[in-house]
């Protein structure tokens, strides 16, 4: 029964599709939490020197690359790779 | 004695927001480089370029009331604990209780302040311009004390407080019991308050307050074993708590050659060898130490750039940049060289 779901495609598009969730749902975590002090530092800097406001901002969204590491996985595993495609 | 009621303990995080911010407020301080110009500007000078800085304002507002010398030693105490109040202002939780605790020692300062003025007769007027309300008691309550006719009414207004028991040790002939009193009690209160966090830098801010101590009490044996005061009232004037407290107390009521000898080896020694060679004035030495402690707070804020440690730098420098500027004013007034000034400027 549950090999005959997997040849059809049933468990493994499951698995598949809560993999992908969770790489891109993983990395947003991450990234939050490490935008959390990143954030919260950038705020304390511009308060006295509004003027680091862009640099701040920059160094802010760095770790948001991580997300599209995530989602790349993501797209990856629904439409390239899988039987979604 | 009220209880005393921790906050819950944080990630380090809850240090990024402060940290930054006194990051950013430390390269507003005054450059080293600025004192040795600030030199050869006379007093009026001095000022101006004062009102180029962060103290803008406290000058303008005090200076239709002061000026020369006053002018810049009052509106650089009230800066300072201006600035000091925003640090507890922008902090929450843990950073906001230890900061507090450190400032303690403005409340401290104050009510030594008041004391020695009401022992040698001041007046409120008098004592109010030295108040410096950067700790806990605010300026209102410290004014009320000033006015105050008598020290044991200063000393009853603290009834109920830790501050009392210290305070009545006063025996109507010496107040340097009770300044030895007050000095043993902060440093008691901020082991406490340090020991009952549980963040690294918490141990570090210790490990910073017993380095001072030790500096304090240095400073006390190079003046006391220069002129030769006997061993048993220098170690009443030693405040405990120092990591090096117990060679400190073997060497006092040394001969002044043998305390300098013994000293050798010692992780400050690197920072006062030559001015102690050069046979300099324990003022020279006392502000060479300074300028140590302040290069060690920032050293150890290194070790843990999250933490209470790079707030702490701050406040050791900014404490220093005033001390500084107040040291150069008054030098300048009373027409001292400017190389005996740069001597006692810590830089």
């Known amino acids: 029964m549950v090999v005959e779901n997997i040849v059809d495609g049933g468990i493994l598009y499951g698995l598949i599709a809560v993999g992908a969730g969770l790489a891109t749902g993983l990395a947003g975590i991450g990234a939050g939490v490490g935008e959390q002090g990143i954030g919260a530092a950038v705020v304390g800097v511009v308060a006295e ?4 406001l ?25 439409f390239a790779w899988t039987p979604f495609a | 004695m009220p209880v005393l009621r921790l906050p819950k303990f944080g990630k380090p995080v809850k240090y990024a927001y402060i940290t930054g911010r006194v990051r950013a407020m430390k390269t507003k301080l005054i450059p080293h480089e600025m004192y040795q110009r600030m030199l050869g500007m006379d007093i009026p000078e001095i000022t101006r370029y004062l009102e180029e800085t962060q103290y803008k304002e406290e000058i303008d507002l005090m200076a239709k009331d002061h000026s020369g010398a006053e002018l810049v030693e009052y509106a650089t105490f009230a800066n300072l604990a201006k600035t000091y109040k925003k640090l507890l202002r922008v902090s929450i939780d843990e950073p906001e209780f230890l900061i507090l605790e450190y400032l303690r020692r403005w409340d401290i300062w104050n009510i030594k302040t008041i004391l020695r003025g009401k022992f040698y007769g001041a007046g409120d007027e008098e004592i109010m311009k030295y108040l410096v309300p950067a700790g806990e008691l605010d300026l209102e309550f410290l004014e009320g004390l000033a006015k105050k006719e008598r020290i044991e009414e200063v000393i009853q207004a603290f009834d109920g407080t830790d501050y009392y028991e210290a305070l009545t040790q006063y025996d109507g002939q010496m107040l340097s019991s009770v300044e030895n009193a007050l000095d043993k009690l902060y440093y008691f209160r901020m082991e406490r308050a340090v020991g009952g966090t549980l963040s ?17 009490n240095l400073v006390t044996l190079f003046r006391m074993n220069k002129a030769g005061i006997e061993a048993a009232v220098i170690h009443d004037n030693l405040l405990p708590g120092g990591k090096l407290h117990e060679e400190f107390s073997r060497m006092a009521g040394q001969s002044y050659n043998e305390f300098v000898r013994g000293l050798e080896g010692y992780p400050f020694w690197s920072a006062i060898s030559d001015v102690v060679a050069e046979g300099g004035s324990v003022s020279r030495i006392e502000a060479r130490l300074r300028a140590y402690l302040v290069r060690y707070a920032w050293a150890l804020s290194n070790y843990h750039p999250l933490s209470i440690l790079p707030v702490l730098g701050y406040i050791v420098s900014k404490e220093t940049e005033v001390s500084n500027i107040r040291k150069i004013v008054r030098g300048k007034e009373a027409g001292l060289s400017a190389e005996l000034i740069e001597e006692q400027v810590v830089a």
Not at chain 1, 49 to 52: A, L, Q, R
Not at chain 1, 55 to 78: C, D, N, Q, R
């Open chain 1, 49 to 52: 020197e509004p003027g680091f």
């Open chain 1, 54 to 78: 862009g640099k701040g901002l920059f160094l802010m969204l760095l770790p948001e690359t991580l997300i599209i590491f995530g989602l790349a996985v993501s797209l990856i595993l629904m």
């Open chain 2, 200 to 216: 690294v830098g918490g141990g570090l801010l210790l490990k910073y307050v017993r380095k001072e101590i030790d500096v304090k």
